[in-house]
């Protein structure tokens, strides 16, 4: 049986967040309701994610390359560990992460992609370059993926995917803002609630 026990979610983002937003509604509209967002980290000092954290009243914190050099992902973990979190939610980050720290939180990472992996995925395809690709092999179908986050990039298990339609005369803006209002900001919600769940089941 469930209990009431909220899992500390960290939400890791690189820009304007809108991912993050839907699982801010999502925690308020009870569609995740094993789990808590008590933290978002951004690796760019001005992503407009880190406002709409503030905003929520969500402790925001930017980690930076620029700031720490050498020691980016050890300051990231460091600020995970203080502040006690069960799960992280990649949403819109775009640094991979080496596989020291993918072991480190193994089925404690999930990931929000902009395509069906294994299509238009792994190094190189991000954002934009993502729905780009998409048109120019001519899909006629395109989605998100939410998958667990392990060494190769995309490469993780899937949890949940969603399909939509590629239109005549998409360009890559108009091809994400439908994949991002049709498919991300559902399945990111549902994903992380599905896997709290799993956590608190001790199911993995
Ligand atoms: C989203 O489309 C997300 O899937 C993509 O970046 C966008 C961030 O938007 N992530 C990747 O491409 C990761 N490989 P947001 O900041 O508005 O959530």
Redesign the pocket.
């Known amino acids: 049986m469930l209990t009431d026990k909220k899992l500390r979610i960290a939400v890791m983002?690189s820009?304007?967040?809108?991912?993050?937003q839907a699982l801010i509604d999502s925690m308020k509209s009870g569609v995740i309701h094993s789990g808590e967002i008590t933290l978002v980290i951004s690796n760019k000092a001005d992503a407009y994610?880190l406002t709409r954290a503030e905003n929520a009243g969500i402790k925001a914190v930017a980690v930076t390359r620029k700031e720490q050099g050498d020691n980016f992902e050890k300051k990231i973990i460091e600020t995970l560990e203080e502040n006690n979190i069960d799960l992280v939610v990649l949403?819109?980050f775009?640094c991979i992460l080496s596989q020291d720290f993918t072991d480190r939180f193994k089925n404690r990472i999930i990931?929000?992609?902009?395509s069906l992996i294994p299509s238009f995925c792994g190094e190189g395809?991000?954002?934009l370059r993502?729905h780009k690709a998409a048109l120019e092999k001519g899909v006629k179908v395109t989605g998100?993926t939410v998958h667990f986050v392990n060494e190769i990039p995309?490469g993780g298990e899937i949890i949940m995917q969603k399909a939509v339609e590629v239109m005549e005369g998409d360009t890559p803006e108009t091809l994400?803002t439908r994949?991002?209002q049709n498919a991300?900001w559902i399945i990111l919600p549902r994903a992380t609630q599905l896997v709290c769940e799993k956590i608190l089941r001790n199911e993995i």
Do not use: K, Q, R
Not at 15 to 20: A, E, M, P
Not at 111 to 114: D, E, L
């Open positions: 983002v820009g304007g967040g809108t991912n993050l994610a949403a819109g775009m990931n929000i992609h902009p395809f991000y954002g993502v998100a995309d994400s994949v991002l991300e």
